[in-house]
C-alpha cells in the first residue's frame, strides 16, 4: 500500500461517500474512454456496455468501495500515454497507480524496455512522482511508511489464493510434513514475470499480450487474494481490448 491509500481515508473525513464516487467515476471513466474508442461500432459499443456493467463491478465498486477502478484509470492513462510517446508522463500516471497499491509496478519494466529500446523517459518520470509522493509522506509519517511494503510481505495467505488451500489439512504435501508454502509466493511471482519480460523483450508476444499475462500471473501466485484484485485486472483487460483495440 503507498501514501495514495492513505489518502482515501482523508477524503472519507470530507465526506462518508467522497471515495465511493471518486472509485465510481474511475470506473465510469475507463467505460466512456472504450465507448469513445468503439464509436460508431453498435455491436463493439454494446459489448464494452455490457463488460464494464457486469454485476461484479457494481458490487465491488459502488457498493464495497474498493479503490482499484482508480488504480486501473491511472494505469490505462498511463498507457495512452506510452502509446503517444509522453513517455514522462506515462511513468508518471504508473507511480500514480503504484503509490495506491503496488501491482501497476510489475508493467513498468515492459514500458520502459520497448521492443530493444530503452525508453528512459519512462523510467524517469516514476522515479521521480515516487520520489516526490514519498518525501511528501515522509515528512508527514517519518520512516513509518516502510511498514505497509514489510506488512504485505508477512500476510498469510487469504482464501482466494492456492496457498491457501495448502494450509489446509486436504493439502496434499500434508503427507510429507509441509504445512505452508507461502514462502514460495514471491519466488514463483518473480520467476514466471521474468519469463514473460524475456518473451516481450525478445519480440515474441506484444505489450498488451504482455501486461495482461504478467499482471494475471501475479494475481495467480500471489499468497494474499481478494475478490477486488481481480477488478483491476478486468477493467485492465477490457480497456486494453477496446480502448487500444489498434495498437
Not at 514489510?150 to 495448502?166: C, D
Request: proline share 5%; aromatic share 24%; glycine share 6%.
Amino acid at each position: 500500500y503507498g501514501p495514495f491509500h492513505i489518502i482515501m481515508a482523508l477524503l472519507y473525513q470530507l465526506h462518508p461517500l467522497f471515495p465511493k464516487f471518486l472509485y465510481f467515476l474511475s470506473w465510469k471513466a475507463l467505460e466512456i474512454f472504450a465507448l469513445i474508442r468503439t464509436y460508431p461500432q453498435t455491436k463493439n459499443m454494446l459489448a464494452v456496455f455490457l463488460v464494464f456493467n457486469f454485476p461484479f463491478f457494481w458490487l465491488e465498486i459502488p457498493i464495497w468501495g474498493h479503490m482499484e477502478s482508480l488504480m486501473a484509470l491511472f494505469t490505462i492513462i498511463g498507457i495512452g500515454l506510452f502509446y503517444q510517446k509522453k513517455d514522462f508522463l506515462a511513468g508518471a500516471f504508473i507511480s500514480l497507480g503504484f503509490l495506491i497499491k503496488v501491482i501497476p509496478l510489475i508493467i513498468l519494466p515492459f514500458l520502459a524496455f520497448h521492443r530493444f529500446k530503452f525508453r528512459w523517459r519512462v523510467l524517469l518520470g516514476f522515479v521521480f512522482a515516487t520520489a516526490v509522493a514519498y518525501s511528501i509522506a515522509y515528512y508527514y509519517w517519518g520512516p513509518s511508511f516502510i511498514n505497509s511494503f514489510v506488512y504485505a510481505v508477512k500476510r498469510p495467505s487469504t482464501h482466494f489464493s492456492f496457498f491457501r488451500f495448502f494450509i489446509g489439512n486436504l493439502s496434499p504435501f500434508q503427507i510429507f510434513g509441509i504445512s505452508n508454502l507461502d514462502r514460495f509466493s514471491v519466488p514463483l511471482i518473480g520467476l514466471c514475470n521474468i519469463s514473460f519480460f524475456t518473451a516481450y523483450f525478445l519480440g515474441k508476444i506484444n505489450l498488451k499480450t504482455s501486461i495482461l499475462c504478467t499482471l494475471l500471473i501475479t494475481l495467480t501466485f500471489y499468497k494474499v487474494g481478494y475478490a477486488q484484485y481481480y477488478e483491476y485486472y478486468f477493467l485492465v483487460l477490457f480497456s486494453l481490448i477496446f480502448t487500444f483495440s489498434q495498437k
